[in-house]
């Protein structure tokens, strides 16, 4: 069975970090695109940072760029999002998701499985 589990959400005060994770199970993320996306209350889910299979190439929104970094380690079937200096605007519900290597990076709709979300709430 397909799953990809994201933990390490919570509620942080604004300029304080924090690092979310992303599990994969039934699969191996080494051949897959993998991407962090969030939903804020009331707005459109929108791509956060993704990063390519084979190459590893990033992608992140002008919106954290500086601030966010993704990464993966394949030996742990597991991709990250360090979450730097973070500001209230961060707040939304995180998502994890694949999708077949050589997809356009961060691209919603291109992206096959997902999880069940995180939520992280920046606030004093």
């Known amino acids: 069975q397909v799953q990809l589990v994201e933990s390490g959400g919570g509620l942080v005060q604004p300029g304080n970090s924090l690092r979310l994770s992303c599990v994969a199970s039934g699969f191996t993320l080494d051949y897959y695109a993998v991407g962090w996306f969030r939903q804020a209350p009331g707005k459109e889910r929108e791509g956060v940072s993704c990063i390519s299979g084979k190459d590893g190439s990033t992608f992140s929104a002008d919106s954290v760029k500086g601030r966010f970094t993704i990464s993966r380690d394949n030996a742990k079937n597991t991709v990250y999002l360090q979450m730097n200096s973070l500001k209230p605007e961060d707040t939304a519900v995180y998502y994890c998701?694949?999708?077949?290597?050589?997809?356009?990076?961060?691209?919603?709709?291109?992206?096959?499985?997902w999880g069940q979300g995180t939520s992280v709430t920046v606030s004093s």
């Open positions: 998701a694949a999708g077949v290597d050589g997809i356009r990076l961060c691209v919603l709709h291109e992206y096959d499985y």
